[in-house]
């Protein structure tokens, strides 16, 4: 594929796409049915349908049954490690492997022409990003992942908290399932800003953004205090009458949903003709300039709301630059 079809390379060879980043249709006003209509294939497939379907694998064959769940052991606690384990070096390492590794499509669509494992740094352990990236997830963040998913079906395994009934409520569910990838951009919304303040971002958020240039492994590579805050997202279904498949599909949504925005590539060459998007871009840009769109794709647009939104045009970058000279500004005026 050509992607200076899509859009263009500038003279250090980093790719942008000429598309401008736009929040969720029906946000705008008037409301225009058409756009909306068009919009919704795109939220449902390929990703949040792909993590629907690993929520109810992991229920009907990972996760054990409701006895067992009852008290917390290591046993079945380990088992739902090495599960959730094997399934991101497998999910994250198709894209690692056929687009960091092999290069399959070299830099069409890339938006930083270089890749991590060719720029070794002393930020990083051993001075590679990739093996930093990898340690850091497999070891730190996923076992995180982990204790939330005990904690929470434990809780329902005990009576703890509503068990929500398929049976009775298939409704109130079906929404409650529309609605959680717009829980999990409001929860990332706000704790990312809380760990970009200066003392928090320096202790906790600045392991996660040394990895300026973004590849797969990085999705997950955090500190122990973001890793935990990041998926405790699947928390809320403890406070709202929910059920355990639907928190699963919440922490799916963060835990696989992670490498949407570190894939670093704007389009993934699937056969001569045939692309998936990987929307990724409003993400790579807060890599890219770390005070904008600390929130997902504007299917809750708080950033627009925050005066953080870059729409990775011309225009964005002007809004971004005025919001740093005054923030210089003021910086400047107390000092």
């Known amino acids: 594929m050509d992607d200076l079809a899509y859009g263009k390379r500038d003279k250090r060879g980093d790719w942008k796409p000429n598309r401008r980043l736009e929040v969720a249709p029906f946000w705008s006003w008037p409301l225009k049915l058409p756009k909306v209509l068009a919009w919704l294939p795109g939220y449902f497939w390929p990703w949040n349908a792909f993590h629907m379907a690993t929520a109810l694998l992991y229920w009907f064959y990972i996760v054990p049954d409701v006895e067992t769940m009852k008290t917390i052991g290591w046993g079945w606690a380990l088992w739902l490690y090495a599960v959730n384990a094997a399934a991101i070096f497998v999910f994250y390492g198709v894209f690692e492997l056929r687009y960091y590794i092999q290069r399959a499509q070299a830099t069409r669509f890339k938006y930083n022409?270089?890749?991590?494992?060719?720029?070794?740094?002393?930020?990083?352990?051993?001075?590679?990003q990739n093996l930093d990236n990898f340690l850091r997830s497999f070891f730190i963040t996923i076992p995180l992942w982990t204790v939330v998913e005990v904690l929470f079906l434990w809780c329902f395994a005990n009576g703890f908290v509503p068990w929500v009934s398929w049976q009775e409520h298939p409704y109130y569910l079906t929404l409650l399932v529309l609605v959680a990838p717009a829980i999990h951009e409001v929860h990332f919304f706000f704790i990312h800003r809380l760990i970009h303040w200066g003392p928090l971002y320096r202790w906790i958020h600045s392991v996660h953004h040394n990895s300026i240039n973004p590849s797969p492994w990085s999705s997950l590579s955090m500190h122990p205090v973001e890793g935990f805050l990041y998926h405790a997202v699947a928390f809320w279904h403890l406070v709202i009458p929910s059920n355990p498949i639907v928190a699963l599909f919440q922490l799916?949504?963060?835990?696989?949903?992670?490498?949407?925005?570190?894939?670093g590539f704007e389009k993934f060459e699937l056969t001569e003709n045939m692309s998936l998007d990987s929307h990724a871009y409003a993400h790579y840009l807060h890599h890219k300039y770390f005070e904008v769109n600390y929130g997902g794709d504007g299917l809750i647009p708080l950033d627009?709301?925050?005066?953080?939104?870059h729409d990775g045009t011309k225009e964005g970058e002007a809004l971004m630059d005025a919001r740093f000279q005054k923030k210089r500004e003021r910086v400047n005026a107390r000092a």
């Open 113 to 128: 022409h270089k890749f991590p494992g060719d720029t070794p740094s002393d930020v990083f352990w051993f001075q590679s």
């Open 252 to 263: 799916h949504v963060a835990g696989f949903g992670a490498v949407n925005g570190h894939l």
């Open 304 to 309: 627009r709301w925050f005066g953080t939104w």
